[in-house]
């Protein structure tokens, strides 16, 4: 288990929900990886991610799926690539990426809380 966080440090990070609305490899990447475009609604609109989670995804059937992710960690460059976001999931027996979503269509830009 990690260190014991207090309330206020969980506060910091924003967390929100959005729709993927493009999905494409990514063969620059070091790991293999899927750049995606998520759009977070008003006023946050659409951000950028590398995510590697080809194990389980392909780019055509993540359009339109609702992930959760972190949009204010600073921007990182993958292989010449701005990475916006950091979106989320959980590893699966092997490992593997496996996204967070939410249970029903939520709007996006919600706020995790």
Known sequence: MAETVSYADFE???IRVGT??????????????????????APLGVKRSSAQITV????????G????????????????????????GLPDENGAVVLLKPDLRVPDGGKLF
């Open 65 to 88: 799926r609702q992930v959760l992710a972190v949009v204010n960690f600073p921007p990182r460059r993958i292989a010449g690539f701005e990475s916006e976001i950091l979106v989320l």
């Open 20 to 41: 993927i609305i493009e999905a494409e490899a990514f063969p620059e990447a070091k790991k293999p990886a899927i750049k995606l475009a998520v759009d977070f609604g």
């Open 12 to 14: 910091r990070l924003d």
């Open 56 to 63: 389980h995804y392909s780019p055509d059937r993540l359009i």
